[in-house]
T-cell receptor, first 115, second 117 residues
Framework: NAGVMQNPRHLVRRRGQEARLRCSPM?????VYWYRQLPEEGLKFMVY????????ESGMPKERFSAEFPKEGPSILRIQQVVRGDSAAYFC?????????????FGPGTRLTVL | AQTVTQSQPEMSVQEAETVTLSCTYD???????LFWYKQPPSRQMILVIR??????QNATENRFSVNFQKAAKSFSLKISDSQLGDAAMYFC??????????????FGKGTKLSVIP
């Protein structure tokens, strides 16, 4: 039973390029969360999605960042026109439903480096 | 807003000894869950243990146990018989309702644990 899959594990982009991060939730999980971990910090919530719907994007920067979770395929976190401050580890988590009783299981993360 | 505070940026423990990592949190909710996650150098986030706030009994998972003091809003992690593989960053986390449709985890800044052979 595969866990949460993320790819790529490492991504290098130059300033101004686009970054696309992919996340496949655990089998049977339809709820996906994205978190960002800046250097020397804990993880911070960005966005919560269900299939074809963004439910809560209260932690997402207003510009350049977007997320989707299509009916088929992985969830995508997209960062347009990356800047050095976007360098971080981006983690995806999934759960079978949503509520405070539901444990979120994390993928291995994507480490984004912006040159 | 919920906050999670880990006041020990770094800790060290001798192999086979016991160490306790501290965590305090702030919330106005009465029902919630608390978690400890481990992040080894691979950066994978691994769930260590979780505690339900309405349960008075402290959670245990093999060598890992918690001391949950609800009134004091304290949630410490005890690692017994420490092993070299326990060396990692440890994050305390609280799950709460965001007010915008999701239950999201709020993390502390972490405690880096070193295990001395």
């Amino acid at each position: 039973n595969a866990g949460v899959m993320q790819n790529p594990r490492h991504l290098v982009r130059r300033r101004g390029q686009e970054a696309r991060l992919r996340c496949s939730p655990m089998k049977g999980h339809s709820h996906v969360y994205w978190y960002r971990q800046l250097p020397e910090e804990g993880l911070k919530f960005m966005v919560y999605l269900q299939k074809e719907n963004i439910i809560d994007e209260s932690g997402m920067p207003k510009e350049r960042f977007s997320a989707e979770f299509p009916k088929e395929g992985p969830s995508i976190l997209r960062i347009q026109q990356v800047v050095r401050g976007d360098s971080a580890a981006y983690f995806c988590a999934s759960s079978p439903s949503t509520g405070y009783t539901d444990t979120q299981y994390f993928g291995p993360g994507t480490r984004l480096t912006v040159l | 807003a919920q906050t999670v505070t880990q006041s020990q940026p770094e800790m060290s423990v001798q192999e086979a000894e016991t160490v306790t990592l501290s965590c305090t949190y702030d919330t106005s909710e009465s029902d919630y869950y608390l978690f400890w996650y481990k992040q080894p150098p691979s950066r994978q986030m691994i769930l260590v243990i979780r505690q339900e706030a309405y349960k008075q009994q402290n959670a245990t998972e093999n060598r890992f146990s918690v001391n949950f003091q609800k009134a004091a809003k304290s949630f410490s992690l005890k690692i017994s018989d420490s092993q070299l593989g326990d060396a990692a960053m440890y994050f305390c986390a609280y799950i709460g309702y965001s007010g915008a449709g999701s239950y999201q985890l709020t993390f502390g800044k972490g405690t880096k644990l070193s295990v001395i052979p």
